[in-house]
């Protein structure tokens, strides 16, 4: 018996396993939703990057953000005057709470801090975006 064909199958097979490595090592997969998000998941995307922008007022937050694949995106969320708009918001993926304010604004309607880092959410359906806020985050480490 030749030894030679599976001896080629081997080797295909390890080729094969190193270059599926090769290939998924730089890629990253998708990150599951808040349960915050009430859209099918199949219509639901999300961006990840550094703020660059941040103007609120008691009706509106506007979010520019320039994402960790390099393209800016604009965000507007609208609320009805006086409503709660940490509705809205998640901090480091758990619920927003009042309190948390101080650690996104320095003053009422102000950014913390330049850099401020976050994830936004957004369905197909029209609806407000989704803001997980992640101050103190380091850039592509999901971590703070």
């Known amino acids: 018996m030749n030894a030679q064909p599976h001896a ?3 080797l295909f097979v390890a080729l094969f396993i190193c270059l599926s490595a090769t290939v ?10 808040p349960d915050l998000i009430k859209c ?5 995307t999300s961006f990840t ?3 660059l922008s941040y103007r609120r007022s008691a ?3 506007v979010l520019r ?4 694949e390099a393209t800016t995106e604009e965000f507007t969320l609208k609320f009805a005057r006086g409503a709660d708009a940490t ?3 998640l ?3 758990e619920e927003f709470k009042a309190s948390d304010w101080s650690l996104i604004e320095r003053s009422r309607y102000r950014l913390k801090r330049p850099g401020m880092r976050a994830t936004v959410w957004v369905c197909d359906d029209g609806s407000n975006p989704t803001i997980d806020w992640r101050p103190r985050e380091k850039k592509g480490t999901g971590v703070f």
């Open 24 to 33: 998924g090592a730089g890629q990253r997969g998708r990150i599951r939703p």
């Open 49 to 51: 990057g550094t703020i």
């Open 40 to 44: 099918d998941l199949n219509h639901v």
């Open 8 to 10: 080629k199958f081997l």
């Open 87 to 89: 509705k809205s918001f």
């Open 91 to 93: 901090l480091h993926g």
């Open 65 to 68: 953000v320039r994402t960790d």
């Open 59 to 61: 009706s509106r937050l």
